[in-house]
């Protein structure tokens, strides 16, 4: 099993910044893609960013040019930077790892970022 775990939440201004992490642990193998997910009040749970296994990164284009998905092998951790944040960024954040062998998705429990105008 896979255990994710972000940190980084909180609440900022709007123009402000934040780093979300994610750390992972356990059976870290044949990972497809890690992506950030999030849930705004009242809405169901929307793609933000993806980085595949080869480093391919794709963005949904609400964050395009803002947010920046990242992640260090080393330390088994993926990053979400966001830049210039907005009140419609407010959502819970949550990152999921999809292993392709055998095919399952992990999700963390997730932290809350708000943005206040």
């Known amino acids: 099993q896979v255990q994710l775990v972000e940190s980084g939440g909180g609440l900022v201004q709007a123009g402000g910044s934040l780093r979300l992490s994610c750390a992972a642990s356990?059976?870290?193998?044949?990972?497809?893609?890690m992506n950030w997910y999030r849930q705004p009040p009242g809405e169901d749970r929307e793609l933000v960013a993806t980085?595949?296994?080869?480093?391919?990164?794709v963005y949904a284009d609400s964050v395009k040019g803002r947010f920046t998905i990242s992640r260090d092998n080393a330390k088994n951790t993926l990053y979400l930077q966001m830049y210039r944040l907005k009140p419609e960024d407010t959502a819970v954040y949550y990152c999921?790892?999809?292993?392709?062998?055998?095919?399952?998705?992990?999700w963390g429990q997730g932290t809350q970022v708000t943005v206040s105008s």
């Open positions: 999921s790892l999809d292993r392709e062998r055998p095919p399952m998705r992990f």
């Open positions: 356990g059976r870290i193998t044949s990972v497809k893609s």
């Open positions: 980085i595949t296994g080869d480093g391919l990164t």
